[in-house]
């Protein structure tokens, strides 16, 4: 017979160094969830993205046991971490801050296309490219 969920809790964290500091803390804290044994588990399965906001979703069940489902990192990080800069532009029509090509537009794609509402690699770029364009990055 399979667990009763009582509750979903979406969130991010920082790949491979949670801390039960707000915001996760609170969220487990609410639903009765062990939180030290949570942070552990998300930070052995993010370990490999070194501190890049990544969103999970938690489902909390009746004997207060859970499971995650570690989501690809947002769009917007990658592209910063891509172009190398450190937030995108105020005014993304006027002020461009960095470019990208369309091949790391397209290899974002491929990293995310599980979680882009893209019916193939082409469609998916083209949706990484217009984010690239609506935070100031040009894509060459």
Known sequence: ?????????KLQ?????ATPAPPIGP?????NVNIG???????EATKDLNGMPVPVEIFVYGDRTFSFI???????ALLKE???IAKGSGVPNK?????VTMD???KIAERKLADLSARDLDAGAKIIAGTARSMGIEVK
């Open 104 to 106: 790391q537009c397209r």
């Open 13 to 17: 964290a920082p790949g491979g160094q």
């Open 27 to 31: 969220a487990l804290g609410q639903h």
């Open 70 to 76: 570690v989501k690809s990192p947002p769009a917007a």
């Open 37 to 43: 044994q949570f942070v552990s588990q998300f930070n």
């Open 1 to 9: 017979m399979a667990k009763e969920v009582v509750g979903k809790i």
């Open 95 to 99: 002020n461009k801050v960095g470019s």
């Open 82 to 84: 891509a172009a190398g």
